[in-house]
């Protein structure tokens, strides 16, 4: 059973930067790909970031493109989201989650088996 664990969240001011990391146990993290994926107050979670086994491709959602930037070192087992010029409605719950399959570009929620608890991130003056 793989078990992801989220990190880093925390409030920053609009403009600001996070890294939000993902940590693995319990099984190789590199046969999976893996997604980022955020819920909003009073919104359906969707997906942000994901990338593949072995992180030759990636792919953001419109919103974030340029912004954020997903990368894994699947040695020390850990993913990464770099959030830059964050906006306040980069606000909320932020989770990472592993998928067995294949890989698909639309980070679809369905596709993913395992997820992390999820880390907090408020963007606000």
């Known amino acids: 059973q793989l078990q992801l664990v989220e990190s880093g969240g925390g409030l920053v001011q609009p403009g600001g930067s996070l890294r939000l990391s993902c940590s693995a146990s319990?099984?190789?993290?590199?046969?999976?790909?893996i997604g980022w994926f955020r819920q909003a107050p009073g919104k359906e979670r969707e997906g942000v970031a994901c990338t593949s086994k072995i992180g030759t491709r990636s792919n953001y959602t419109d919103s974030v493109k340029g912004r954020f930037t997903v990368s894994r070192n699947d040695a020390e087992k850990t993913v990464y989201l770099q959030m830059n010029s964050l906006k306040p409605e980069d606000t909320g719950v932020y989770y990472c989650?592993?998928?067995?399959?294949?890989?698909?570009?639309?980070?679809?929620?369905?596709?993913?088996?395992?997820w992390g608890q999820g880390t907090q991130v408020t963007v606000s003056s």
């Open positions: 989650a592993a998928d067995w399959g294949p890989y698909t570009p639309k980070c679809t929620i369905s596709d993913y088996d395992f």
């Open positions: 319990g099984l190789t993290l590199e046969v999976y790909n």
